[in-house]
C-alpha cells in the first residue's frame, strides 16, 4: 500500500505541492519517495529510499522545474527499498514516468518479453514494466493514448497509476484497478491521489475513479474513460467536509477500525503473494525434519492456527512457540535439520529476532512471514514473503493477523499438494473458498457490526471475559482475548474449550460471560456441549456462530452470524472479526483510545 500523488497546474511548480502531498500519504508507506516532472520537453526526477523528510534534505523535493509532476511514497512488496527501486520508475530513454500502488501479478512474465525486445531494467520491482511497456508501443507506431491504453491492458494485478512522459507533457494518464484513485478539481489546475488527505490542501472537490477506469488529467479538465472499451464516462464531482487527519482514518474514528474494515482488501493482497516465493518456502519446510513457527503476541497466535492447518492439510506437524520462550524450551535440541518460519509484521520485534539469531548461530534454516519489506528479518531469512497488508498503524494488530494465516494457508496447501497429501479437487476447493473470504468479511461488517457494538455495550460493566475455542480456533479465542486486554484493558481469559472442564470452569457462576467461537466442522458438537456446560452454571453466552445454525442459538444469549459455507479449516479469518470489533467497541464503551493502549508499542524493540 504506496501513496501515490500528482497535479498539472496553470500556473507555479507542481514540485513543492506533490512533496507536502507525499508527506500527508507517508502513513501509507515510508520506506523511499520520489518525484518527477515535466518542463520545456525534458523529464526530470528524484527519488531515494528513507524518509522523505531525509530524502528533501539530501535532495530538496521542491526543486524540479515544470508545472505537471507525480510523486510516490512506497510501502515496499518487490524490490526490497532502495533508490533504483523508489518511484517513479522510466522508460529506457527517460521520456516516460511511471508511479503505482498496487501489484502487478504477470510482470515476470512482460519484464521478459520487453528484455527480449532488448529494454534494459534496473530495478526488481513490478512497476517498471510499465513505462517500457507504454514505450514498446509507441515504437510500434502507436499514439501516447493507444500507447497507455494498450499498456494498461495488458497488466494482471492491482493497479492505482499515473504516467507522464515528454510526448504528451501537458497531461497525466491514470488507470484504476483495485487500488484506490481520487481526482481532485481546482481553480489552479487538477491532481490526483491514492486517497483524499493529500487533496484536501488544494480542494475538496473530488472526483471518484472507479475500478477499471482511466483518467487523463490535464491542468483545465479531467477526462473519464473506461479501461475496457475507452468509452467516456461522465461523473459529478462531490465536495468532502473531512479534516485532512479524518481523512487520513478514511474517515474512521480510528486507525484499528480503519484497519478492520481494510480486511477485505489486504486479504486479496495476501492471497496475491508470488507463487514463486511460496514454492521456495515449501521447498525449504518439505525438507526440513523439524519445523518451529516462531513470533509473538499476535503473530503467535496466527502460527498456533497455521500448526493446525499445516499438520491437517500436509501432515507436517510442527511447533508454533512464543519467541521469547524459544531459547529456554528449544535453544538446545535447534540444529541444522530444524527450520525456523519467523512470522513478525513488523519484522523487528526484538524476541523474534534473539530466537532467530540463536537458531542460526545453531545452523538451522530461516524462513520469514513479514509485512514489512526491508526489516530486519528480512535480512536474516534465508527466504521471507512479504504478506502486503500495508502499513498497520493501530498498535493493536488486526489486518496483519488475517492476512498472515491468509499466506500460512497458501504455504499449508502447496506442502500438502508437493507431499501430496491432498487431491487437486481439495486444494482448487479450499483455493476458491479462501478467495472468497474477503467478500465474507465485507458481508459480517455491513451485518453485523451494529450487533457487536450492541453487545459491547451490553456487557461493558462485566469485569472480565472468557475467551473458547477449539480445533484451529483455539487461535481465534487467543486472538480475542488479546484483543479485549490490550485495548480495553479488561482481564480476560482464553482456553481450548477441552482443557476448561480441567480447572478455568471453576471461575463460572452466573452472569460469568463466556464467548465461544463454534464455527460449524469437526469440532462443532464438542463446543456444543461446552456451551451447555457453561449455561448450566448460569454462564452469559456468547457465540461467533454460522448464519443456519439453529441448534447453537438455544444455548446462547446472545451471538454474532457468520455467512454459512466457510470450512472450519479457514474459519479464524472470519471468526476473528467480530473479535476485534468487540474489543475496539468496549474499548470506546470505556473512553479509551484503541489506537495507543497504555504501556505498549506497534513495534516492540526490546528483550
Ligand atoms: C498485537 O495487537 C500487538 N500489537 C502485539 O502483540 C504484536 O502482535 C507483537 O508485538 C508482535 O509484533 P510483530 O508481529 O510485529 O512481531
Given at each position: 500500500?504506496?501513496?501515490?500523488?500528482?497535479?498539472?497546474?496553470?500556473?507555479?511548480?507542481?514540485?513543492?505541492?506533490?512533496?507536502?502531498?507525499?508527506?500527508?500519504?507517508?502513513?501509507?508507506?515510508y520506506?523511499s519517495a520520489?518525484?518527477?516532472?515535466?518542463?520545456?520537453?525534458?523529464?526530470?526526477?528524484?527519488?531515494d529510499s528513507g524518509k522523505i523528510a531525509d530524502i528533501h534534505e539530501k535532495f530538496?523535493?521542491?526543486?524540479?522545474?515544470?508545472?505537471?509532476?507525480?510523486?510516490?511514497?512506497?510501502?515496499?512488496?518487490?524490490?526490497?527499498?532502495?533508490?533504483?527501486?523508489?518511484?517513479?520508475?522510466?522508460?529506457?530513454?527517460?521520456?516516460?514516468?511511471?508511479?503505482?500502488?498496487?501489484?502487478?501479478?504477470?510482470?515476470?512474465?512482460?519484464?521478459?518479453?520487453?528484455?527480449?525486445?532488448?529494454?534494459?531494467?534496473?530495478?526488481?520491482?513490478?512497476?517498471?514494466?510499465?513505462?517500457?511497456?507504454?514505450?514498446?508501443?509507441?515504437?510500434?507506431?502507436?499514439?501516447?493514448?493507444?500507447?497507455?491504453?494498450?499498456?494498461?491492458?495488458?497488466?494482471?494485478?492491482?493497479?492505482?497509476?499515473?504516467?507522464?512522459?515528454?510526448?504528451?507533457?501537458?497531461?497525466?494518464?491514470?488507470?484504476?484497478?483495485?487500488?484506490?484513485?481520487?481526482?481532485?478539481?481546482?481553480?489552479?489546475?487538477?491532481?490526483?491521489?491514492?486517497?483524499?488527505?493529500?487533496?484536501?490542501?488544494?480542494?475538496?472537490?473530488?472526483?471518484?475513479?472507479?475500478?477499471?477506469?482511466?483518467?487523463?488529467?490535464?491542468?483545465?479538465?479531467?477526462?473519464?474513460?473506461?479501461?475496457?472499451?475507452?468509452?467516456?464516462?461522465?461523473?459529478?464531482?462531490?465536495?468532502?467536509?473531512?479534516?485532512?487527519?479524518?481523512?487520513?482514518?478514511?474517515?474512521?474514528?480510528?486507525?484499528?477500525?480503519?484497519?478492520?474494515?481494510?480486511?477485505?482488501?489486504?486479504?486479496?493482497?495476501?492471497?496475491?503473494?508470488?507463487?514463486?516465493?511460496?514454492?521456495?518456502?515449501?521447498?525449504?519446510?518439505?525438507?526440513?525434519?523439524?519445523?518451529?513457527?516462531?513470533?509473538?503476541?499476535?503473530?503467535?497466535?496466527?502460527?498456533?492456527?497455521?500448526?493446525?492447518?499445516?499438520?491437517?492439510?500436509?501432515?507436517?506437524?510442527?511447533?508454533?512457540?512464543?519467541?521469547?520462550?524459544?531459547?529456554?524450551?528449544?535453544?538446545?535440541?535447534?540444529?541444522?535439520?530444524?527450520?525456523?518460519?519467523?512470522?513478525?509484521?513488523?519484522?523487528?520485534?526484538?524476541?523474534?529476532?534473539?530466537?532467530?539469531?540463536?537458531?542460526?548461530?545453531?545452523?538451522?534454516?530461516?524462513?520469514?512471514?513479514?509485512?514489512?519489506?526491508?526489516?530486519?528479518?528480512?535480512?536474516?531469512?534465508?527466504?521471507?514473503?512479504?504478506?502486503?497488508?500495508?502499513?498497520?498503524?493501530?498498535?493493536?494488530?488486526?489486518?496483519?493477523?488475517?492476512?498472515?494465516?491468509?499466506?500460512?494457508?497458501?504455504?499449508?496447501?502447496?506442502?500438502?499438494?508437493?507431499?501430496?497429501?491432498?487431491?487437486?479437487?481439495?486444494?482448487?476447493?479450499?483455493?476458491?473458498?479462501?478467495?472468497?473470504?474477503?467478500?465474507?468479511?465485507?458481508?459480517?461488517?455491513?451485518?453485523?457490526?451494529?450487533?457487536?457494538?450492541?453487545?459491547?455495550?451490553?456487557?461493558?460493566?462485566?469485569?472480565?471475559?472468557?475467551?473458547?475455542?477449539?480445533?484451529?480456533?483455539?487461535?481465534?479465542?487467543?486472538?480475542?482475548?488479546?484483543?479485549?486486554?490490550?485495548?480495553?484493558?479488561?482481564?480476560?481469559?482464553?482456553?481450548?474449550?477441552?482443557?476448561?472442564?480441567?480447572?478455568?470452569?471453576?471461575?463460572?457462576?452466573?452472569?460469568?460471560?463466556?464467548?465461544?467461537?463454534?464455527?460449524?466442522?469437526?469440532?462443532?458438537?464438542?463446543?456444543?456441549?461446552?456451551?451447555?456446560?457453561?449455561?448450566?452454571?448460569?454462564?452469559?453466552?456468547?457465540?461467533?456462530?454460522?448464519?443456519?445454525?439453529?441448534?447453537?442459538?438455544?444455548?446462547?444469549?446472545?451471538?454474532?452470524?457468520?455467512?454459512?459455507?466457510?470450512?472450519?479449516?479457514?474459519?479464524?479469518?472470519?471468526?476473528?472479526?467480530?473479535?476485534?470489533?468487540?474489543?475496539?467497541?468496549?474499548?470506546?464503551?470505556?473512553?479509551?483510545?484503541?489506537?495507543?493502549?497504555?504501556?505498549?508499542?506497534?513495534?516492540?524493540?526490546?528483550?
Amino acid at each position: 500500500m504506496c501513496g501515490i500523488f500528482g497535479c498539472v497546474l496553470k500556473d507555479g511548480l507542481a514540485a513543492p505541492i506533490i512533496h507536502s502531498s507525499l508527506k500527508l500519504l507517508e502513513y501509507r508507506g515510508y520506506d523511499s519517495a520520489g518525484e518527477a516532472t515535466i518542463n520545456e520537453g525534458k523529464l526530470y526526477l528524484k527519488k531515494d529510499s528513507g524518509k522523505i523528510a531525509d530524502i528533501h534534505e539530501k535532495f530538496n523535493l521542491d526543486e524540479l522545474p515544470g508545472k505537471i509532476g507525480i510523486g510516490h511514497t512506497r510501502w515496499a512488496t518487490h524490490g526490497a527499498p532502495s533508490q533504483v527501486n523508489a518511484h517513479p520508475h522510466t522508460d529506457c530513454l527517460n521520456q516516460i514516468a511511471v508511479v503505482h500502488n498496487g501489484i502487478i501479478e504477470n510482470f515476470e512474465e512482460l519484464r521478459m518479453e520487453l528484455i527480449d525486445k532488448g529494454h534494459v531494467f534496473v530495478s526488481k520491482t513490478d512497476t517498471e514494466v510499465i513505462p517500457h511497456l507504454i514505450e514498446e508501443n509507441l515504437k510500434r507506431g502507436l499514439d501516447f493514448h493507444q500507447a497507455f491504453k494498450d499498456a494498461v491492458k495488458r497488466l494482471k494485478g492491482s493497479y492505482a497509476l499515473a504516467v507522464i512522459s515528454t510526448f504528451e507533457p501537458e497531461k497525466i494518464f491514470c488507470a484504476r484497478k483495485e487500488s484506490p484513485l481520487i481526482v481532485g478539481l481546482a481553480e489552479n489546475g487538477s491532481f490526483f491521489s491514492s486517497d483524499i488527505p493529500a487533496l484536501l490542501p488544494y480542494t475538496k472537490n473530488i472526483v471518484e475513479v472507479f475500478d477499471e477506469e482511466a483518467v487523463i488529467l490535464t491542468h483545465q479538465e479531467v477526462e473519464l474513460r473506461k479501461l475496457e472499451d475507452w468509452s467516456p464516462v461522465t461523473r459529478k464531482p462531490k465536495t468532502i467536509s473531512w479534516t485532512i487527519e479524518g481523512a487520513m482514518k478514511k474517515g474512521y474514528p480510528h486507525f484499528m477500525l480503519k484497519e478492520i474494515h481494510e480486511q477485505a482488501f489486504s486479504l486479496k493482497e495476501a492471497l496475491r503473494v508470488q507463487e514463486k516465493y511460496l514454492d521456495l518456502l515449501v521447498t525449504f519446510l518439505d525438507r526440513s525434519k523439524q519445523v518451529f513457527l516462531v513470533a509473538s503476541g499476535t503473530s503467535y497466535h496466527s502460527c498456533i492456527a497455521a500448526s493446525y492447518v499445516l499438520s491437517k492439510l500436509a501432515r507436517i506437524p510442527v511447533y508454533p512457540v512464543v519467541a521469547s520462550e524459544f531459547i529456554e524450551q528449544f535453544g538446545n535440541s535447534v540444529n541444522i535439520d530444524s527450520t525456523i518460519l519467523a512470522v513478525s509484521q513488523s519484522g523487528e520485534t526484538a524476541d523474534v529476532l534473539r530466537a532467530v539469531d540463536h537458531a542460526r548461530f545453531k545452523a538451522a534454516t530461516i524462513l520469514g512471514l513479514t509485512n514489512v519489506l526491508g526489516s530486519t528479518l528480512t535480512r536474516v531469512s534465508r527466504a521471507y514473503i512479504c504478506q502486503n497488508s500495508g502499513p498497520e498503524i493501530g498498535v493493536a494488530a488486526t489486518k496483519t493477523f488475517t492476512a498472515q494465516i491468509a499466506v500460512l494457508t497458501l504455504i499449508a496447501l502447496r506442502l500438502a499438494k508437493l507431499r501430496g497429501k491432498i487431491s487437486q479437487d481439495e486444494m482448487d476447493y479450499l483455493h476458491q473458498k479462501l478467495h472468497e473470504l474477503p467478500k465474507i468479511i465485507e458481508k459480517i461488517l455491513e451485518t453485523q457490526e451494529e450487533n457487536v457494538k450492541r453487545l459491547a455495550h451490553k456487557y461493558k460493566d462485566s469485569k472480565v471475559f472468557y475467551f473458547l475455542g477449539r480445533g484451529v480456533n483455539v487461535a481465534t479465542a487467543l486472538e480475542g482475548r488479546l484483543k479485549l486486554l490490550e485495548i480495553a484493558y479488561i482481564p480476560s481469559i482464553a482456553y481450548p474449550a477441552g482443557e476448561s472442564k480441567h480447572g478455568p470452569i471453576s471461575l463460572i457462576e452466573p452472569g460469568f460471560p463466556v464467548i465461544f467461537v463454534c464455527p460449524k466442522g469437526e469440532t462443532y458438537k464438542a463446543t456444543i456441549n461446552n456451551i451447555m456446560e457453561m449455561k448450566a452454571r448460569d454462564a452469559l453466552t456468547i457465540g461467533i456462530i454460522d448464519e443456519t445454525d439453529e441448534e447453537a442459538r438455544k444455548y446462547l444469549d446472545d451471538y454474532i452470524e457468520i455467512p454459512a459455507g466457510v470450512p472450519e479449516i479457514l474459519s479464524p479469518i472470519p471468526y476473528v472479526v467480530p473479535l476485534q470489533l468487540f474489543a475496539y467497541y468496549m474499548a470506546l464503551e470505556k473512553g479509551l483510545d484503541p489506537d495507543k493502549p497504555r504501556n505498549l508499542a506497534k513495534s516492540v524493540t526490546v528483550i
